[in-house]
C-alpha cells in the first residue's frame, strides 16, 4: 500500500467528474487500499479517489470507532434518500475549515463492493453525510458548494490563508 497525495482547494482538478470504473480488477482494489492506508494516515473518516487525483468512481470510508470496519464502495449510486440532517463537516481537501451542511438524514446507497459484487446498504446520520460528501467529491463538488454565499463570505479569509499556504 502507498499514502497518495491528496489535492486540496482550490485545485481545479477537485472539479472533476469521475469516471465508473468498468471492471473491478486488483488494480481497483490497489486504488481502494491505498486510498484506505491515505485516509487512515490523515485521521479522515471518509476519502474519494478524486481526492486523489484518480478520477474513478470510487471511495472508502470508515465511521467507526476503532478505525477497523472500512467500507469500499466502487460506482457508488443514492437510490433513495429520506430527511435533512444539518451537522458540521470538515474534508481532507479543506483542512482546517469546519462548517454545517445540511444533507439527507438518511439514504439507500447501491455500490460495488471490493470484490466487484453488488451492494445495497441504507444507513443514517454520520454515515449518511459522510457517503453523500464522498459521492459528491466524485461529481467535482466539494462542501463549500453547499453553503450560502454569506456563509462562504465568512469563510474567506481562511480560505484566502489556505490557497496562499499551498502557493
Ligand atoms: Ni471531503
Given at each position: 500500500m502507498a499514502i497518495l497525495e491528496i489535492l486540496t482547494i482550490p485545485?481545479?482538478?477537485?472539479?472533476t467528474v469521475a469516471k465508473e470504473v468498468a471492471e473491478v480488477t486488483d488494480h481497483t482494489r490497489k486504488i481502494l487500499d491505498d486510498l484506505l492506508e491515505t485516509m487512515l494516515e490523515e485521521g479522515g473518516v471518509g476519502l474519494a479517489a478524486t481526492q486523489a487525483n484518480?478520477?474513478?468512481?470510487m471511495f472508502v470510508m470508515d465511521v467507526s470507532t476503532g478505525k477497523n470496519e472500512p467500507i469500499h464502495f466502487i460506482n457508488p449510486r443514492i437510490i433513495e434518500t429520506f430527511g435533512e440532517l444539518e451537522m458540521e463537516e470538515g474534508c481532507l481537501s479543506i483542512p482546517g475549515i469546519y462548517a454545517k451542511v445540511t444533507r439527507p438524514q438518511k439514504l439507500t446507497v447501491h455500490y460495488l463492493d471490493y470484490h466487484g459484487k453488488p451492494a445495497e446498504m441504507t444507513v443514517e446520520g454520520y454515515a449518511a453525510k459522510c457517503i453523500h460528501h464522498e459521492i459528491d467529491h466524485l461529481n467535482?463538488?466539494?462542501?463549500?458548494?453547499?453553503?450560502?454565499p454569506l456563509k462562504r463570505k465568512m469563510l474567506e479569509p481562511k480560505l484566502k490563508k489556505l490557497a496562499k499556504h499551498k502557493a
Open positions: 485545485d481545479p482538478r477537485l472539479k484518480i478520477h474513478e468512481r467535482g463538488v466539494v462542501f463549500l458548494d453547499h453553503l450560502s
